[in-house]
């Protein structure tokens, strides 16, 4: 009897060590998952980096202000040479008017010297021909023209004459002196409007040269000004760009930290014996069983310890096909002696998982995706089992849960 107890107390000892053993090594393996204080922390560093950034905004925003002003100067100063462009444009238009009303002038003048210069010329003609006239008559003097009279009245007639002719000749001379004093005149007009031109040209020229250095001056400004805007909204952007990510970071981080700390609540419910809601479908893993053992505080089988049951015992005719409750990833395909046997555990990555232990034997390996509805093994009794069956355990966080709270 003592050495029959002995042998019950040594074998119960092992089995608890095995036991342990399982359901540590039971336990489906979570997937790293940060906690909503850590969670919290990166979207604290990322406001903070936000604050940061919208004081940079801020900052440039300000030194746009400060710089308005300038601009403000830079505005003013152009709108001054524009106007200054428009007076030049103005007077450089009244100036070529003035040029074509010069040369027209200068044409008309130029005509009228020509016209005084032939008549001149016709005048002098003239009066050659009345030299010549006197030279082939000879040495006619005045008194010879009267004593030559035959009469009285051919005298009177005689003298009239003379005095005609040299009426004649004094207006011919007069004539000619006043033409050439209209020839000499209209050439001093004439020099005096071409002078006047060139003058004015020369001030058309210096005045383009001003009106291209302003337009210059003009342009530069012109450009400094946009190039200032560009500046100032260059960086506005970047700076609303990375705000906007930033935005948009924190913003995912809080949708975490709402995850986190839903899942969190699961985890806790799931460590006060509750059963966490799922929104997933669950399908039984096997067909044609019983529940001969239940989940939660029982009588071990062979222990005859009252302890935890952290699954659902389905009875069902050895090598009935088990199937993936649900999709996921195999973490666990091994066999342990005195305790699961040959079992697979699945990750279903969003907290829950599900172990199937006692096979025969399992089809999958660990690190293989599994499908819903997927053949993972076939019912055995390997390991510590006293027949038939599959042992289906669903924990959530780490924490074993009813699973008939999630299969029907």
Known sequence: ????????????????????????????????????AEIQKEIDALEEKNAEIQAQIDAIQSQYDANYSDMAAIVEHKSSIDQEITLLNNKIETTNQQISAYSQLIADTQDELDQAKANLD???????????????????????VIFDANSFMDLLDRITMVEEINAADRRRIDQMRVAADIVVATQLSLESEKTALEETRVQLAADEEILAEKRSESDELLYELEKKAEEFELLMEQSEALQ???????????????????????????????????????????????????FGMRTHPILGTQRMHNGIDMACAQGTPIYATRAGKVTVASYQAGGAGNYVSINHLDGFASIYMHMTHYVVSAGDTVSQGQLIGYVGSTGLSTGPHLHFGISYAGTYVNPLAYIY
Request: proline share 5%; no cysteine.
């Open 122 to 144: 016709d005048l002098s003609e003239q009066h050659r021909e009345r030299i010549r006239a006197m030279e082939e008559e000879g040495n006619v003097t005045y008194w010879k």
């Open 244 to 294: 906007e990510e930033l935005m948009q970071e924190i913003a995912g981080k809080e949708k975490e930290l709402e995850e986190a700390k839903y899942d969190e609540y699961l985890a806790k419910l799931a460590l006060q014996g509750e059963n966490p809601p799922s929104d997933a479908t669950w399908l039984t893993p096997v067909s044609g069983y019983t529940i001969s053992s239940p």
């Open 1 to 36: 009897m003592n050495i029959t107890r002995k042998k019950r107390k040594a074998f119960s000892a092992i089995s608890l060590v095995l036991m342990a053993a399982l359901i540590f090594s039971a336990l489906p393996v979570q997937a790293f998952a940060a906690t909503s």
